[in-house]
């Protein structure tokens, strides 16, 4: 499937370049897990090593603005890592940069030729900060000849990256008309059989916990013990076969990047007897050498608790999430309560088209908790703060 797609949006690069079409979107959907990524990293090497080799396919083809643009400080750090270790921001005038960089640095009436962009349900879709505009896709599509978008309306974490039904469509409608629509459906990332990635995914499409189911393959496990739960994934983490295995949490306690807790060095995330600073706080030993790392890849990280922020688009081979109050079980459902949460990203107003203000935090928060309970490849364990919820968890597990 992801050959196929790679072929599909290479075969459709080279036409609408060698035609000279502009404003093609090219739109790649796929849930969590489905090989994005890996599917536009592929791409942008492909299309940063086209040469002229004096045929008409290849003419002017070594000359090519190729941008790739990222939306998100953890994965930024990953393009950059491939295009410094292939040399192919040296003479292939290639980039790496976030939308809004990209975005005031040129000029629609000088069109990039080719520009991919990972993770687009993290696109804004109103003024923030820098970005003066109002939708940064329009914004590169218009400064693009040909833009690859890599998109997943259940990861969209922000207000400011909210998108309407209407929205979406209209995005989906536009590539299917140029032929660019390209659906991921495939499950990669999580070595589980087809029950598992069900139970899963009805957790938070569904809103409810049915019976774990066996699964000789993938150690879906849940914790009484929060502590416990990270003494396992610590074991994981020092297992060089098992490494790169973290703890994640839901966004329900306080952090402030900018500045220290009161009385205290580090914002924590407390659960039960386990108590965690917030990922990105404790300081690397050799700060110089692991500060292009991402935050997972850091050593000293297995000491803290990561979040939506720092770990999405990545794989874990096992991940601990601890659920937090936000999330709740009652009379039989899973309900999302924004008043538990600290994600004031998720939880405050959006003001829509029509200029009326609305929550949508009951869509922002099951895509945060999907996100999490999605990036371990070989485990997943599981501790609920709630009361009722890890009691349902358990008995899921338990169940005859």
Request: aromatic share 8%; net charge positive; hydrophobic share 35%.
């Amino acid at each position: 499937e992801q050959k196929h797609a790679r072929d599909v949006i290479i075969d459709r690069v080279i036409d609408a370049l060698l035609s000279k079409k502009r404003g093609q979107l090219i739109l790649v959907e796929g849930e969590a897990g489905s090989g994005k990524t890996v599917l536009l990293s592929t791409i942008f090497y492909l299309i940063s090593t086209l040469k002229d080799d004096g045929s008409i396919l290849r003419q002017g083809f070594s000359n090519l603005e190729n941008y790739v643009l990222v939306n998100h400080d953890e994965q930024l750090k990953v393009y950059q890592d491939i295009v410094n270790k292939l040399n192919l921001g040296v003479n292939n005038k290639n980039d790496v940069s976030k939308p809004t960089h990209f975005i005031t640095t040129h000029s629609p009436n000088a069109p990039a030729d080719v520009v991919l962009v990972d993770e687009a349900h993290l696109l804004w879709t109103q003024g923030k900060q820098a970005y003066r505009g109002q939708n940064q896709l329009e914004d590169i599509l218009k400064r693009s000849r040909i833009t690859v978008a890599i998109f997943d309306k259940n990861q969209m974490l922000k207000t400011e990256e909210y998108l309407e039904p209407d929205d979406i469509r209209r995005m989906e409608e536009r590539a299917d008309s140029q032929g660019n629509l390209i659906m991921l459906s495939n499950q990669l990332r999580i070595n589980a059989n087809a029950a598992t990635i069900k139970w899963i995914r009805d957790i938070t499409e569904k809103k409810m916990i049915s019976k774990i189911p066996k699964d000789d393959n993938y150690d879906l496990r849940i914790f009484s013990d929060a502590k416990k739960m990270y003494e396992a994934i610590q074991h994981k983490a020092q297992d060089e076969d098992k490494g790169l295995s973290r703890i994640l949490a839901t966004f329900d306690w306080k952090y402030n990047s900018k500045r220290k807790p009161d009385n205290a060095d580090y914002w924590m995330v407390t659960a039960g007897d386990l108590s965690l600073p917030w990922n990105l706080q404790l300081k690397p030993k050799n700060a110089r050498s692991l500060k292009k790392l991402a935050w997972a890849e850091q050593p000293q990280t297995i000491n803290e608790v990561g979040s939506t922020y720092t770990i999405q688009g990545f794989d874990l081979n096992y991940s601990g999430v601890i659920i937090g109050p936000s999330v709740k079980y009652r009379h039989g459902h899973i309900v999302f309560d924004p008043s538990e949460s600290e994600n004031t990203n998720a939880i405050r107003n959006r003001t829509l088209k029509n200029g009326k203000k609305m929550k949508v935090a009951d869509r922002l928060l099951p895509n945060e908790l999907n996100v999490l309970l999605t990036r371990g490849v070989n485990g997943l364990y599981i501790y609920a703060v709630d009361d009722e919820l890890r009691r349902a968890l358990l008995e899921a597990e338990n169940r005859t």
